[in-house]
């Protein structure tokens, strides 16, 4: 009981002062304004490789970016021709199946 008066007497002194953030809600913050200016800096990339807001680039810049460009299409074509070559493949096998259970019917 006498800890709940405790409680009660420490909160009535305190609620007339103005206390300054605690540290974790200064962390989350700036956890929050980190996280805020990776997204920018990420919607930004993606923008430019759409090709919007080029502007601001130097010839470097630009150049990095045809590079990251070109080797991205680059993995999707591999990907593609890969994907290819499996459902090729498949329909191979499938023709394969179809044929010999043809052919023993007969």
Same mark, same amino acid.
Request: aromatic share 6%.
């Given at each position: 009981?006498?800890?709940?008066i405790d409680k009660y007497n420490t909160h009535s ?19 929050? /304004? ?5 997204? /920018? @800096? /990420?919607?930004?990339?993606? =923008?430019?490789?759409?090709g919007e807001e080029l502007e601001g680039l130097n ?15 680059? =993995? ?9 070559? @499996?459902?090729?493949?498949?329909? @191979? ?8 259970? =043809?052919?023993?019917?007969?």
């Amino acid at each position: 009981m006498n800890e709940i008066i405790d409680k009660y007497n420490t909160h009535s002194k305190n609620l007339g002062k103005t206390e300054q953030p605690s540290l974790d809600l200064n962390l989350e913050h700036s956890k929050y /304004a980190n996280l805020n200016e990776q997204l /920018a @800096e /990420a919607s930004l990339r993606l =923008r430019q490789m759409r090709g919007e807001e080029l502007e601001g680039l130097n010839v470097e810049e630009l150049q990095q970016l045809e590079k990251n460009l070109e080797s991205g299409l680059h =993995r999707v074509l591999q990907t593609k021709d890969q994907q290819f070559l @499996e459902q090729i493949n498949d329909l @191979e096998r499938k023709w394969r199946s179809f044929f010999l259970h =043809r052919n023993y019917r007969r």
